[in-house]
């Protein structure tokens, strides 16, 4: 879970639509914001690691699938500390590429509908 204001919502977005799009890989890039972007924007874990995503260039498409991952609620001071000591409120210990599966597979037999489109994952 990351706290993200609207504005760090659309520089996200902002962010993703410069990236240059090259032929489709297995494996998605993780992409963390800087610490400016994580300043200007305020995009940060629950644990104050800085927020990001992943991203898989699409085959010469124009077209997006922004995946967002749900379950990273947390309502009382103890639920968001534990939290934030697990993947869902911290990028510490997210690795370097992760495998897009459903929505953003780039494999046909299981994404038939958009596995050639430009992928991204938010955990």
Not at 11 to 35: G, I, K
Not at 87 to 101: D, E, F, H, I, Y
């Amino acid at each position: 879970v990351m706290t993200m204001s609207g504005v760090g919502l659309a520089t996200l977005c902002a962010l993703l639509f410069f990236l240059v799009p090259s032929d489709a890989q297995s494996a998605m890039d993780l992409h963390l914001f800087n610490e400016t972007q994580v300043m200007n924007y305020g995009s940060r874990c629950l644990d104050g690691s800085p927020s990001g995503y992943y991203y898989r260039a699409g085959q010469n498409s124009t077209s997006w699938v922004i995946f967002l991952q749900g379950g990273g609620f947390c309502n009382t001071e103890e639920s968001c500390r534990l939290r934030s000591q697990r993947s869902l409120g911290s990028s510490k210990q997210w690795p370097s590429t992760a495998k897009g599966t459903a929505l953003v597979s780039p494999d046909r037999h299981v994404n038939k509908d958009f596995y050639t489109w430009n992928h991204v994952f938010v955990p």
